[in-house]
């Protein structure tokens, strides 16, 4: 079902109109926050005069979207279909409340919408999110626009944004309540910011500790030993039960095992989808939205 790529190419649109931002014209600087992307997830990538991504800008917060949302949201859409303990869990409640950390522009709330048309899922999902860059929330506004166009089942309650309101969160009366937090693509981003893995590590786990038993964690990365190692050091081991480390194998699409990645967005998203920016991104550009990852997950259990 294509789903995801109309959806961001719609969100990716209004960000545009709100900024009097120029899809067509500003190619290069498209390309520019793309090359800039690449090289903060992989510092071995990074061109010449590499400057770190500012999510605050809405060019880097375009070219994320574009280049990386879709696949992210597809892996949600995914987990939730492979794993019984959280098609379950969503599936056999009245309504559910979801925390997800690190949330950015949202992909998960477009995983989830996915899956939740596909299964035809009239249950009620209400979302806590948190991140460090409160500019995203413009993006947030419009997801929840154009996923209640389609379906009145997701719902933002509560937002929380910044390093300097972080305890907010560990105040919300709301955490006895959490059935589930979604960690995606956080850890190895930090990971090598010794400063900010330590701050996010004692967040997590007072989130956790004011949290019920049973509720359920999922970190999904990069298939990485070192980024699973780094999940069980920061997990409060004595506090949460994890799963071993899980992919997909191809198990979507078996004919494409030969490739290096574990992962690879559903043939009904197409990039045509995107229109005039992929054409322009990609032709002139050399700039596709990724396709295929090498990805994993843990599911955690509160003790």
Known sequence: MEYIIPMVNNIISLIASDNDVDLINEGPRFKKCCEDFRG??????????YHEPDCRDPYYQIAYLYKYAPLRADIITHIFEKETCLRELIEN???????????????ELIGLAK???????EKQIEFILMDEVEEWLGCLYHIQGQISSRTKNIDIIKYYYSNEVYGDIV????LKNIDFYIILYVISEIMRNDEKLSAFSNLMNQLFRKSRRGTKIIFVDRNENSVDAIIRKVVDNDLVSLSEKRSPSWDRYPSSSGSTNNFQIEYDEKLA????????????????PELGGNVFWVVGTIN
Request: charged share 20%.
């Open 115 to 121: 899956w939740i048309e596909l299964r035809k899922i």
């Open 40 to 49: 903060y997830y992989w510092p071995s990538k990074r061109s010449q005069g």
């Open 93 to 107: 409640s009245s309504s559910s409340l979801a925390c997800v950390l690190g949330t950015g522009p949202g992909t």
């Open 273 to 288: 989808s995107f229109g005039d920016l992929y054409e322009n991104l990609k032709i002139n550009f050399n700039e596709s």
């Open 171 to 174: 105040n919300d009366d709301n």
